[in-house]
């Protein structure tokens, strides 16, 4: 009997915006591994199900139990917020599939991504050429990321920050925002998404001179707008350059 | 009668790829407003409903009849491939509606970008922080764009390229691939996604060195690796830094 592993991206959190491959794949699936709280947003496909749980910080025994379930003959679905392949698990499956040589089938489902949810939330700042860097250092190395700031700052892009910041790491955003200033205006549109497309969903539209650090946490992504990002009847808009 | 304006993005192309809150918009819309192409994607949904069609380059007009319907008292569905939000109409939407005093309630509904789903195709590519260049130069400053690859390329940034190529424009990927050789090795793996999500998609994973400009066309979106990706067991993989 052989498995198979799916890797698949469930959206921002709101049933709403899983797609329906994700959702075949879920209904299909024998086993459901996922960090709790993203198990909580498919609980509606959980029934009769073998669950691989643990905490966020277990990705890796995680994934290698689903690498597992799944060499064992499981229908195994492992399952990331947003886009499995933006900072999630599609990536840490296809590392641990080829160096620990597990043989079996694997797919990756795209999701919409945290930065598409949060960007259509606040408007359109993503419509010119952006980046999206994350400030966790857990698993990078700071210089370098600080290295890709200044480069985006100055090259001025739209910035899309995952893990901006947590209870223990704050450094990180207050760095961030301190290169973003010396290169963009203080009034650069920033917009923070908490907690997206969940029932506490917080959206919070202020500017780089503006940002209160306190407002950003675990669950939160930061767009920060380039120089011609502006806020137009609530809406936070990267005009793309058409003549109206 | 208060009309509304829901812009939403559809996915790449493959009826799986869309979310349940793209779906439920488009049923209750009766007037859909769209690139014929991406219609056609979406036909399945259609069924009674006013269609808006224009050509590729007939967008300012579409988006301003897609207004007017809705300010007719029109439940509207407005339509990108991929996610709205990223070079799609969600930007013009909330200009045009903004600038020509249109007052009608909009939503943005995101969805799967291309980049995303390019990348799920190829493997994870985007695993480690990147970013999002159009080649297009019909609404930038190809000064711009340029200062802008030669600043992700220094950065180490992965790199999703959309509107690489067209027939009549064919020396941007031609020199944004000479940028980048400047600063990534000749092996960097380079993934071309045409068509993503249609019958006749296409996926080609090459390197930097070998890269085949013809194999690149207006339907292509092209994931440029940064110094730590690589190819494995067929997958394009930008390890995350986990230690396994």
Request: with cysteine; proline share 4%; aromatic share 4%.
């Amino acid at each position: 009997m052989t498995g198979k592993l799916t890797v698949i991206g469930i959206g921002p959190g709101h049933p709403l915006d899983r797609t329906a491959r994700a959702e075949a794949a879920l209904r299909e699936a024998d086993t459901v591994a996922g960090y709790g709280l993203y198990l909580e947003h498919v609980q509606d496909l959980l029934g009769g199900k073998t669950l691989i749980r643990s905490a966020m910080t277990g990705e890796v025994e995680r994934c290698r139990s689903a690498l597992q379930a799944a060499a064992a003959g499981g229908n195994v679905a492992l399952i990331s917020s947003g886009d499995a392949g933006i900072y999630g698990m599609a990536g840490l499956a296809l590392e641990m599939a080829t160096a620990e040589g597990f043989t079996v089938p694997i797919e990756i489902v795209p999701g919409v991504s945290a930065a598409s949810a949060a960007a259509a939330a606040f408007g359109a700042p993503l419509m010119l050429d952006w980046a999206c860097l994350s400030l966790s250092d857990l698993l990078a190395d700071w210089a370098t990321i600080r290295r890709r700031l200044e480069a985006v700052a100055a090259a001025d892009l739209v910035l899309a920050l995952y893990n901006p910041r947590s209870r223990k790491r704050v450094r990180q955003l207050e760095e961030a925002a301190a290169i973003l200033q010396r290169h963009r205006p203080g009034s650069t549109p920033v917009g923070i998404g908490t907690a997206l497309g969940a029932p506490d969903q917080r959206l919070l539209l202020t500017t780089l001179e503006r940002l209160c650090l306190e407002d950003v946490g675990m669950r939160s992504l930061v767009i920060v707008g380039n120089s011609t990002s502006r806020v137009e009847a609530g809406w936070f808009i990267t005009p793309r350059g058409y003549r109206l």
